[in-house]
């Protein structure tokens, strides 16, 4: 799919410019004045598939009905973001490295993580390639979110493929993130081999899913984890969903919606975030069923 991006910034919810009239730190505030910021960056996948501009404003309604305050942007505001008490990436790639001012936009999130903002990136948007890394696989993405995506890169070599049956499992651990959901079967495109620095995940990096992937040779991977990171601020990154259509199971939809919320502080209920009777044709997707591309 050729994403297109309206020259609005703002897709729901409050506009750009008056994100820059919010105080910030005010994601160690109460509940009710914390803000979700989701950025949308660019896709090439044919319909069906990513459906990034679908995706956020699914995630905006499903966060919004949740009673978090979200706003959806195409573009990076023009002015540092302010009150925001997570950031959601979801597009081809870490959407700062291939958004329009990558430096500008680079320099605002340092500001915002050294002052405990959250962020999650979701499916490729936890994706970084060679150009982005280096050769010795440092990024701020890493200490951000705690790992990443390595695709195209010479130090490490994530693999992406679609597995027809993917049992998505909760880690073995208590974590507040996997309240409410469940063990879960999918077609879809969870990438493995992700990387998470040379030694392996930090102290501080949590496993939240694995799948025993490939089938053909099996072993535990890390298709879900989080960080809590020494600025006070806490990361996480989930390699799913490739197929819009999945944004329909439940499990993986409270997953996902429990991982962003954890990301700003806020409370997940122990039967996790549920939210029920979704629709996906509602958040205009181009398709969703994949339409293959034309040969």
Known sequence: MNTKHPSRRTILGTSA????????????????????????GPSQHPPGTHEVMAGGRLLAHCLT??????????????????????????????????????????????????????????????????????????????????????????????????????????AATKHVILNGWKAHTIHDEPYINNYFGPGGPAKNVAVLATSQLPPEKPKRETVAWAIERPDGGRGAGIVMPHFYRNWKQDDLRTLILNTIVWSAKGTIPESGISIKDLELVQFKPAAIEPIPRKK
Not at 21 to 33: F, K, Q, R, V, Y
């Open 65 to 170: 009905s949740a009673g978090h305050k979200t706003d959806v942007l195409t573009e990076w505001p023009d002015k540092t973001p302010e009150a925001v008490s997570t950031i959601v990436f979801i597009g081809d790639l870490f959407p700062p490295e291939v958004m329009p001012k990558r430096d500008r936009i680079m320099s605002d999130l340092t500001q915002l993580m050294k002052a405990g903002c959250g962020m999650v990136c979701l499916h490729y948007a936890t994706g970084l390639e060679a150009k982005h890394a280096g050769a010795d696989g440092n990024h701020p993405l890493l200490h951000w979110i705690g790992g990443y995506f390595a695709t195209r890169c010479t130090h490490h070599k994530s693999i992406a493929k679609v597995f027809r049956e993917a049992t998505i499992e909760p």
């Open 17 to 40: 410019a008056a994100l820059g009239t919010l105080a910030l730190g005010a994601h160690a505030t109460a509940p009710e004045s914390r803000r979700i910021l989701v950025v949308v």
